[in-house]
């Protein structure tokens, strides 16, 4: 931080930041479409 209080955020970004960040939302999409299939299924067998 600067002595004006401001704070450059290249100093929190790794080399990495986009791939984590990526990353972590495809996993989020993962469990979302993994819920709504599992849902899908049961209303698909309470159908039956």
């Given at each position: 931080m ?12 790794s ?11 495809v ?8 819920k709504?299939?599992a849902?899908l299924?049961?209303?698909?067998s309470?159908?039956?």
């Amino acid at each position: 931080m600067s002595e004006r209080g401001i704070h450059s955020i290249v100093d929190d970004l790794s080399d990495t930041w986009l791939e984590d960040w990526a990353g972590a939302g495809v996993l989020e999409i993962e469990e979302y479409l993994a819920k709504h299939a599992a849902f899908l299924a049961f209303l698909e067998s309470s159908d039956s």
